[in-house]
């Protein structure tokens, strides 16, 4: 009776251990993707192509390493700063004469408004003289602007900003008293013209950038080009959160790359950079806050997915990969990948590595850092849904 119990148990566990060879077996022979997805992951290595999917995030690192980076690039939209005088003028009158004998004064009044009183920088009269006898006097708003024998060597005429109001102003040509009867003085005027100089500008603008954390700065570098497009030298002022960090003239004949140390006690998470200029006309460009830190940072990647496509994913109608691409098939690239909270590492020697990251990813902003455990070159790290 025991002989036969212990010839049972020996069936039983051939039976068990040809059933788990059984199973090893079909797991080995199994395709690598449907493998990885029988034992809970998703890793692919080399085969798998994201480019049929949608991007999401499509970066080119280069080359990583296990030390963290110490330096941080904050670039910055270029900015135009300007200051300069346009000019355009306002016909009066086509032709028009004046005289005046003792019998009569034939002067002329011509009324006209202002444009932007505000930004006027210069006002002339000009207009031609075709004959002329006597003296002239010109007044603006009962102000006398010019009063003599008037040439044209001393046109245009300056007319004073001070008598200027923006409507109705009055413009009074008129000629010295003759006694003669029969040969009164005139000036015969044509193309009587109003010369206005406005001040066109856009002397300030801003540009902001974020720290996370500002005590942990070592540095701050802002760096810049500037170009000139007029050939005058403005004063430049630049200013980091309402404190002036640096002011100075520009000298349009001595270009090149600028470079700026800016006061770490100045720093805040929010930072408001302010350049101003007093005139001329520049093109600032190139730039960028260079920002060394006490604390490193590893690699760092950010994409948004959208509210539609998220709800897609959670009912399994999509899924979310991450794909790198290796500069060669040969060393081994190692570390961890820290999506959002979640994390999972990776070791191949292989020329990609990919994974499904659906389980990991959040609604609207996403972050993926990269630690990495070896030193090795990344042409591609992509992001995809398919």
């Known amino acids: 009776m025991r002989g036969k119990r212990a010839q049972s ?12 060879v059984a199973m090893v077996g079909y797991i080995i022979l199994l395709p690598q993707e449907d493998r990885a997805e029988l034992l809970g992951e998703s890793t692919v290595d080399g085969s798998s192509d994201g480019s049929s999917g949608t991007t999401l995030l499509s970066e080119s690192p280069g080359k990583v390493s296990s030390t963290k980076s110490t330096t941080q690039s904050r670039s910055l939209e270029p900015l135009r700063l300007y200051s300069t005088t346009e000019s355009t003028s306002k016909s009066l009158a086509s032709s028009l004469s004046v005289s ?5 004064n034939n002067y002329k009044s011509i009324t006209f408004d202002i444009e932007n009183l505000e930004t006027l920088e210069g006002l002339q009269v000009l207009f031609l003289i075709s004959e002329s006898k006597g003296k002239m006097t010109v007044t603006l708003n009962d102000e006398i ?22 409507e109705d102003n009055e413009l ?5 008293l003759a006694w003669n009867i029969f040969s009164p003085n005139y000036y015969l005027l044509q193309d009587v013209q109003l010369l206005q100089d ?6 300030s603008a801003t540009r902001t950038f974020s720290l996370e954390d500002p005590s942990e700065v070592n540095n701050a570098i802002l760096n810049y080009f500037i170009t000139c497009n007029a050939d005058e030298n403005g004063i430049l002022t630049i200013s980091l959160n309402n404190r002036e960090v640096f002011s100075d003239r520009i000298f349009c004949n001595y270009l090149n790359e600028r470079e ?22 520049y093109n600032i460009e190139e730039l960028d806050v260079s920002i060394k830190s006490k604390k490193k940072d590893y690699p760092s990647f950010t994409f948004d997915l959208d509210s539609d496509l ?8 999509k899924d979310v990969y991450l794909k790198m691409s290796f500069a060669d098939a040969i060393s081994e690239k190692s570390g961890s990948i820290l999506v959002q909270e979640y994390s999972f590492n990776f070791d191949t020697e292989s020329d990609s590595y990919e994974k499904k990251i659906s389980t990991y990813i959040d ?15 990344i042409d591609n790290l992509k992001v995809y849904v398919k």
Request: charged share 25%; net charge negative.
């Open 260 to 281: 700026l140390s800016l006061d770490e006690d100045y720093l805040q998470t929010s930072n408001t950079l302010k350049f101003e200029v007093t005139e001329g006309d």
């Open 145 to 166: 602007v010019y009063e003599g024998k008037l040439t044209t060597n001393e046109l245009p005429l300056e007319l004073p900003l001070d008598a200027l109001r923006a």
């Open 100 to 104: 005046r004998n003792i019998l009569q």
């Open 198 to 203: 406005y001040t066109v500008s856009d002397t």
């Open 172 to 176: 009074k040509l008129s000629t010295n």
């Open 9 to 20: 148990a020996v069936e039983v566990s051939v039976l068990i251990f040809l059933i788990a």
């Open 310 to 317: 998220y709800n897609e994913i959670i009912a399994g109608e």
């Open 363 to 377: 609604d609207g902003a996403n972050t993926i850092t990269l630690e990495p455990t070896a030193d090795f070159e």
